[in-house]
């Protein structure tokens, strides 16, 4: 844009604003006008397509405070002058020029200086779409860049399997059609997934806004994660921990497989699976299996006639004496 054509132009009237509009209420009322006369909602519509260019020059000076305060500065100077090549008319310009820093020695002003002028006002004397105004590709792109897309946020609740193995669901859009989301395997409880270029349309020819899917994981009944390895508790009987045995455990999905207690081993102690957690293309967890001694809530007579007789051969150890101990200490 010319610098002349600041004195051509009502940028305030072209906005619909009053001249001491705070910034804010600028920015709202441009983005208002952008949404209604862009370009990719007017498409084949010349006179929008040059409203728009209008809207967006004019919120281009407005909203940079050293330009605004320029155009105001050569605004009050008076409409209806112009620039010229030379001769006298040229006269009253060269004290606009020597206002803003522009005057060379106070003598007739040659083409570097009207270089200068437009480089002055960062319009590059290349017209719309140049300068402060940034490339033009993808749509229009107003002063300080396009404004980029809202951001839509989307909930979901799958099951544990699905977050610990990974799949491709529907989710419905905002406009009711269906969009696809690839849950990659190991998604956690309360992890957000980011669609890119997914959400709402900018205004102004920019980058649209993102999907973000929060996802919410159903706890399985057996299973729990622990980063990627599996914890599972495996109950095992009185005798099978004192004397040892072999037993099996749940895989997530797949075959039991079997594990060697060791005699003697207490409640809590916890057995590793290698590779049988949650795979990833980062890696692959474990299965913790977790040991938990059950004690029988009846016994018949023998049953407890024999306990009675393994209480009186038993080792007369006190296991909670360490414990006393260190309490007292």
Known sequence: MASQDWFEKDFYATLGVAKDVTASDLKKTYRKLARTYHPDSNQGDAKAEAKFKEISEAYAVLSDPEQREEYDQMRAMGSGARFTAGGQGAGGFEDVFSQFGQGRGGGRYQAQDFEDIFSMFNQGGSGFGSGRFGQSTGGFRGYGGPTRGADVTARTTIDFVTATKGETISLQGEDGKPFKVKIPAGVSDGQKIRL??????????????????????????????????????????????????????????????????????????????????????????????????????????????????????????????????????
């Not at 916890?270 to 957690?277: E, N, S």
């Open 196 to 329: 890119r270029g997914r959400g709402r349309p900018s205004p102004d020819g920019g980058e649209n806004g993102d999907v973000v899917v929060s996802v919410t994981v159903r706890p399985h009944p057996v299973f729990t994660r622990d980063g990627l390895n599996l914890r599972v508790t495996v109950p095992v009987t009185f005798t099978e921990a004192a004397l040892g045995a072999t037993i099996e455990v749940p895989t997530l999905g797949g075959d039991p497989v079997k594990l060697r207690v060791a005699p003697g081993t207490p409640s809590g102690r916890v057995l590793r699976v290698k590779g049988r957690g949650v795979q990833t293309a980062k890696g692959v967890g474990d299965l913790l299996a977790e040991v938990q001694v059950a004690v029988p809530t009846h016994l018949d007579d023998r049953a407890r006639e024999a306990l009675e007789k393994f209480h009186e051969l038993e080792p007369k150890e006190n296991p909670r004496a360490d414990l006393m101990a260190k309490a007292r200490g």
